[in-house]
Structure formats: C-alpha cells, structure tokens
C-alpha cells in the first residue's frame, strides 16, 4: 500500500495557485553555525535579520553584562525546535526587524522556557522600562499594547507562542532558561507553515510528522495551523486548500487530476487518522 505521505501528495496535486501574499520571512537559526555565540554588545544575522545583544535584568532589577547568546540544539526533553535553537542566556537580544528587513505588522514567536525571569519589550528606541516578569504569559505581556503593538501570548509559561501585531520595528527579549526558533515576520500566507512563501510538500510533511499531537496552539513549526493546540484535520484542510499557493522555491510543473480524484485520494489519506 502506498505510504499517507504518497497518497496526500497525489491528493492535493490538484490545488491550483490562487495566493500570492507570503510570510515575508522566517528566522530559524539554521543558517549559523552550531556553537555561535555572542556577547553584550556583539550581534549576528539570522534570516536577514540582525539580533544585537544587550545587558540582561535580573529579577531583582540587577543588571548584568556578563550572559551570551549561543546557537544550540534543544536540550534533551524539551520538545522544542526545529535542529537549531536561540539560547539568551541572561543577555537580552534585540531583533532589528526595521533596520534590516523593515517594519512588520506581524510577528511570532515560539519559546520554551525553564524557569527564571525574562525580560521583555517592543519597539525599545521608542522608550519604556524592560518588562521584568516571570515568564511569558504575565499580564505585563499577555494582552498588553507595548509601544503601539498588541501582544498576546498561547499556550503555558513553559511552552507558548507570542503574537505581535502593530508597526514592530524592534523585539527585545531575553531570559535565562529560554530558547526561541522559528520567528516569523511579515505577512502570513495560510498553510504555509516553513515560511518558505510556498504551501507545498515540505508543509504537508510538518503537518504528518506531527499528526494526532497535542503541540502549543498556534505552532506553525509544529503544524497547528488552525490554532486549536491539536495537528489533525483541520490543520490538513487549511494545507490542502492553500496548496501550491505563493511562489515556489524552485520552478515545477505540477499536474491537475479530477475534483473526483482529488476528493477519493484526501479521503484515503485521512481515513485511518482521525481527531480523538
């Protein structure tokens, strides 16, 4: 028998483009070398955005220039990450979004979080005290407009996403058991869960690698596209009906079978994988 992955290929081989907004990027610390680290006052580049480091503030409002910001793989038991994560620790990186790539409307941003304080804030050259907070999902944070953008944060204070929403020219954050991967800026393109710009295979294999998992709602890297916090149908639904939508990463010709077709290879997809 043909595996699921054939079998959805063939079934969505039919969407045809009807799209052309895209995430404008994603930045996804794969293109540094494993070990990259950096300390107060250096920076690095990570899809084209600049990440400078800057002095950390303790719970007790303490500061301190000593922490570094490294590339690592995600610690064994985390379930978290793509490869390689962001590790701030005890150092807080600013995300130049306007410097480099422009202002954004949109911008998320996946964490894990062990424990200790973090700190936080947006558009920092237009003023304002660094958010010092327990974690994430603080009031100071969850549900807050900080310097014109809105922020909401899902999932828990261990593991959770945050949504920016507003002109964001900056994102400074930083804490001491904290790792972040997978932060997309720019207009979203829905189904579209690597930020590539395109809904296509490499979408459909996170939404199967991940199928019938429970994951942090809104986790585009994990494949809950929906937001309901559960990689299932609806998550399949949203890639299908998007499919082949925004510009390719390298030119092909794909071919159009019957709705018929399409309707009869979806359903034998799905057929033996169904939300509980």
Same mark, same amino acid.
């Given at each position: 028998?043909?595996?699921?992955?054939?079998?959805?290929?063939?079934?969505?081989?039919?969407?045809?483009?009807?799209?052309?907004?895209?995430?404008?990027?994603?930045?996804?610390?794969?293109?540094?070398?494993?070990?990259?680290?950096?300390?107060?006052?250096?920076?690095?580049?990570?899809?084209?955005?600049?990440?400078?480091?800057?002095?950390?503030?303790?719970?007790?409002?303490?500061?301190?220039?000593?922490?570094?910001?490294?590339?690592?793989?995600?610690?064994?038991?985390?379930?978290?990450?793509?490869?390689?994560?962001?590790?701030?620790?005890?150092?807080?990186?600013?995300?130049?979004?306007?410097?480099?790539?422009?202002?954004?409307?949109?911008?998320?941003?996946?964490?894990?979080?062990?424990?200790?304080?973090?700190?936080?804030?947006?558009?920092?050259?237009?003023?304002?005290?660094?958010?010092?907070?327990?974690?994430?999902?603080?009031?100071?944070?969850?549900?807050?407009?900080?310097?014109?953008?809105?922020?909401?944060?899902?999932?828990?204070?261990?593991?959770?996403?945050?949504?920016?929403?507003?002109?964001?020219?900056?994102?400074?954050?930083?804490?001491?058991?904290?790792?972040?991967?997978?932060?997309?800026?720019?207009?979203?393109?829905? #189904? /579209?869960?690597?930020?590539? *710009?395109? &809904? !296509? $295979?490499?979408? %459909? +294999?996170?939404?199967? =690698?991940? @199928?019938?998992?429970?994951?942090?709602?809104?986790?585009?890297?994990? #494949? /809950?596209?929906?937001?309901? *916090?559960? &990689? !299932? $149908?609806?998550? %399949? +639904?949203?890639?299908? =009906?998007? @499919?082949?939508?925004?510009?390719?990463?390298?030119?092909?010709?794909?071919?159009?079978?019957?709705?018929?077709?399409?309707?009869? $290879?979806?359903?034998?997809?799905?057929?033996?994988?169904?939300?509980?």
């Amino acid at each position: 028998m043909m595996n699921s992955r054939l079998l959805a290929g063939a079934a969505i081989a039919a969407i045809t483009l009807i799209q052309s907004n895209s995430y404008a990027g994603v930045i996804d610390f794969e293109d540094l070398s494993l070990g990259t680290s950096a300390n107060v006052g250096a920076s690095m580049t990570s899809g084209g955005v600049d990440i400078d480091m800057q002095s950390y503030l303790w719970s007790s409002g303490t500061s301190t220039s000593s922490g570094h910001a490294d590339i690592i793989t995600a610690w064994s038991g985390t379930s978290f990450g793509n490869n390689q994560v962001f590790y701030p620790n005890n150092i807080n990186a600013v995300f130049d979004l306007a410097g480099t790539v422009g202002q954004q409307a949109v911008v998320t941003i996946p964490y894990h979080d062990g424990g200790g304080n973090v700190n936080f804030l947006v558009n920092p050259a237009l003023g304002g005290s660094i958010i010092n907070v327990g974690d994430f999902t603080d009031a100071a944070i969850d549900g807050a407009t900080i310097n014109g953008v809105s922020v909401s944060v899902s999932g828990t204070y261990r593991n959770g996403v945050i949504t920016l929403t507003g002109p964001i020219d900056q994102v400074l954050i930083g804490g001491q058991e904290v790792l972040l991967d997978d932060i997309y800026w720019g207009d979203s393109l829905n #189904g /579209d869960l690597n930020g590539d *710009g395109y &809904v !296509g $295979l490499d979408d %459909l +294999d996170i939404i199967l =690698n991940n @199928w019938n998992k429970h994951v942090v709602s809104g986790n585009l890297a994990y #494949g /809950d596209v929906s937001g309901d *916090g559960f &990689v !299932g $149908l609806d998550d %399949l +639904d949203i890639v299908l =009906n998007n @499919w082949n939508n925004g510009t390719p990463p390298t030119p092909s010709a794909i071919p159009e079978p019957a709705s018929g077709l399409l309707f009869v $290879l979806a359903s034998m997809c799905v057929a033996r994988r169904s939300k509980p």
